[in-house]
């Protein structure tokens, strides 16, 4: 079975719940409590090999995990990995890997440029009005694709050493900044009272307008939304919350309900995607995530091209599946669906989002473009400071009568 190609089955699109699978002989009270989740995460090759059949590809990976990016699992996602199929699109986002440890030369260990837009350790700062502030380097488990993979988890050779009050001190003064993503690792593994105390530090600085939490603890870990959790987060508002999540399977029940909780105290969410090889690289996989996405009130913000980590190539998916996946949206679903695709210009330039081709021609006369349909049309161009102007689109013919090309400079330049 081709793991890229194939239909999701039906039953994808439904949410299953994880259950207690290997840990069902756990008392429910300690399954779902979040720290015995923390603490029972399958950490070590015996943990793995207790319950899968690895590749000797997946054995060297865990091997070389130890000094790279840790491997660490939470039982509640380690359910959700198919047993004897190393093409599971879960396993693939989970598993050490040994193409982990082949770098090539377009690869970056800092690959958005992270550490050289930090005017203070742990805030970055590349955009003018906000900053992403990395208040730690743990995770509920780890991503091996993960772009911060030289700081996350402490098992690589850099570290994270974020200075609070510092970070503090630098967002008081810069009354520009109107926008604070705290992200990491994971904020959400801070306690109750630890990410209370900081939320309330940064409230305290009145030009910021609101704060954002970046978290795939949702995904990971939806034992740790609790109603204290929401209770706590709703005095922050407007406090958003960007999730992570790349595949269908990972929206079980559990996630569905810890999402709700999010949403009815006020919490408004959206969702960031990596697309990766063998996980989410087609259109099915895809329309089936973002569409049940919205049933979870979650509007998919972005589809990331997957960085220039090293070691990341055997995870990443061609652009022009990117493409494809967006075009097979954009008009196919609800438009609330469809996320941004976008490249972190490798280095630190920025997200640059990356569209299908639907304009052909565009100068001070008109703009000629097609629909999802593949219709052309034109539209005249406002002629600025000339009010009295007036004239009528029209629709041109079929995609390829007169305009073969899809000119993607120029919709690049709109
Ligand atoms: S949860 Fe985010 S920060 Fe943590 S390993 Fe995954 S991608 Fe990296």
């Known amino acids: 079975m081709d793991p890229i190609t194939t239909e999701v089955p039906r039953i994808e699109a439904d949410f299953l719940p994880s259950a207690q699978g290997y840990w069902s002989d756990v008392p429910p009270e300690q399954w779902n409590d979040w720290k015995w989740q923390l603490k029972n995460r399958v950490t070590s090759l015996d943990g793995l090999e207790q319950h899968l059949l690895l590749t000797p590809e997946e054995r060297a990976g865990v091997i070389l995990s130890g000094n790279k990016l840790a491997l660490a699992v939470t039982p509640h996602y380690f359910n959700l990995i198919e047993r004897e199929n190393p093409g599971c699109p879960i396993r693939r986002q989970i598993i050490p890997h040994v193409g982990e440890g082949a770098f090539s030369a377009a690869e970056m260990a800092d690959p958005c440029g992270e550490d050289s837009h930090m005017p203070v350790p742990g805030l970055v700062h590349r955009y003018p009005d906000r900053v992403l502030f990395l208040v730690t380097d743990r995770c509920a488990a780890y991503c091996r694709y993960c772009t911060r993979s030289r700081v996350v988890s402490g098992a690589g050779e850099q570290e994270l050493h974020t200075d609070f009050d510092e970070a503090i001190a630098y967002l008081e003064k810069h009354t520009e900044i109107r926008d604070v993503l705290l992200s990491g690792g994971d904020p959400l593994l801070f306690s109750d009272g630890k990410l209370d105390a900081l939320l309330t530090r940064l409230r305290a600085i009145p030009h910021l307008e609101f704060l954002r939490i970046g978290t795939r603890v949702p995904i990971f870990l939806p034992q740790r939304i609790t109603p204290e959790l929401c209770r706590m987060l709703q005095k922050h508002h407007p406090l958003w919350m960007s999730i992570h999540t790349n595949h269908p399977r990972e929206l079980t029940t559990e996630v569905r309900d810890a ?70 949206l954009r008009g196919h679903t609800t438009g609330y669906a469809i996320p941004q695709f976008v490249i972190d210009a490798p280095g630190g330039g920025g997200k640059v989002p990356i569209n299908p081709g639907y304009v052909f021609f565009h100068d001070k006369e008109k703009v000629v473009f097609r629909n999802f349909e593949g219709r052309v049309f034109e539209y005249p161009e406002v002629q600025e400071g000339d009010s009295t102007r007036s004239s009528h689109g029209t629709e041109k013919g079929d995609l390829g009568e007169s305009f073969p090309e899809i000119l993607h400079d120029e919709v690049c330049s709109l």
């Open 259 to 328: 999402l709700a909780m999010l949403a009815n105290h006020g919490v408004p969410l959206g969702n960031q995607s990596v697309l990766l090889a063998g996980v989410n690289d087609s259109l099915p996989v895809m329309k089936s995530l973002v569409q049940k996405l919205l049933r979870c009130r979650v509007r998919p913000y972005y589809l990331y091209q997957c960085d220039l980590i090293q070691g990341s190539a055997h995870l990443r998916a061609p652009v022009h599946k990117g493409i494809e996946i967006i075009e097979g």
